[in-house]
């Protein structure tokens, strides 16, 4: 039996979809206000007070809710009691702060469950337009943009049209850029210009979309460099799957959660088809292997 399938999971949800609905509006104000100020974490990379404001509204509703179980964030150092915890929630409390600095309006709040190392309830909400999708695992996705929960789902790709391919700068690395066009070329795919920004609205015509049909992050391979954390998948992966898309690493592998190691250094496939799935691993192992 599977995780999803032992629990309805609705509890766990209404729980999510507050959390980070109540997230959202709490970074809008400072996004509105212009007043957040920014920090630089020991990485190099910026955090802001918007971000830990998120992050605090996060743990005071599952702390509240689930006081047992265990919680990872972006922005609080990583406590390895997690590891092994049956339950264990997920966040990103600002997915592109670098966006909400540069005040392009492609950042969100991500939440998911992880039980038995895959999300089973995820919800995600985008500050400028309080947008909200969610899904539970075997039951569903959604999208709530103010007027009540409606059904979601990837759209169909018609017979005429040639699927468009994107990556980011985080996933693929500049030097790496001729790959993605080659594998790209290699499956009659549409290639990207430039890199844009991954965030889980881009597959929707409900929010915009869709902005690309696939995504390919190549990730950076041995030389252990990181794309991001556990926190930046999990939602947009649950949600994307039970869209009726698929969400794998560039192997085509399904991407498991709460490991020892957090950094993510492989890439993502993400696309409207599942059956694209293979053709994109399949295309990456011939590019890299010089076929």
């Not at 265990?70 to 966006?99: F, K, M, N, Y």
């Not at 995600?124 to 947008?131: D, E, F, L, Y």
């Not at 698929?246 to 991407?255: S, Y």
Request: overall charge negative; proline content about 7%; glycine content about 8%.
């Amino acid at each position: 039996m599977s995780a999803a399938s032992g629990n309805d999971w609705s509890r766990e949800y209404t729980v999510a979809v507050a959390a980070v609905t109540e997230a959202a509006r709490t970074i809008r104000v400072y996004y509105d206000a212009m007043n957040a100020d920014v920090y630089t974490k020991s990485d190099d990379s910026p955090v802001t007070d918007a971000d830990l404001a998120s992050d605090h509204v996060l743990r005071e509703h599952l702390t509240a809710a689930f006081p047992d179980d265990a919680i990872l964030t972006e922005e609080v150092e990583d406590d390895a009691r997690r590891i092994g915890a049956p339950r264990l929630w997920l966040a990103d409390p600002l997915d592109g702060t670098q966006q909400f600095i540069d005040r392009t309006g492609a950042f969100d709040v991500f939440l998911a469950l992880i039980v038995a190392g895959r999300p089973v309830v995820a919800a995600t909400a985008h500050p400028p337009s309080g947008t909200v999708l969610s899904a539970i695992a075997g039951q569903g996705a959604w999208i709530d943009t103010g007027e009540g929960r409606k059904p979601l789902r990837v759209p169909a790709i018609g017979a005429e049209a040639t699927p468009r391919m994107c990556t980011n700068r985080y996933m693929t690395l500049q030097q790496d850029w001729p790959t993605v066009l080659a594998v790209a070329d290699r499956v009659g795919f549409v290639p990207p210009a430039a890199p844009r920004p991954f965030h889980p609205r881009a597959w929707y015509p409900e929010t915009g979309g869709p902005e690309y049909e696939a995504f390919l992050g190549i990730g950076r391979g041995p030389n252990g460099a990181t794309v991001g954390g556990e926190w930046d998948l999990a939602a947009p992966d649950l949600i994307l799957y039970e869209a009726g898309g698929r969400f794998t690493d560039e192997l085509g592998r399904t991407i498991t959660y709460n490991k020892d190691e957090v950094a993510i250094s492989h890439g993502i496939i993400a696309v409207v088809d599942p059956a694209m799935t293979s053709l994109l691993a399949d295309a990456l192992a011939a590019v890299r292997a010089g076929a």
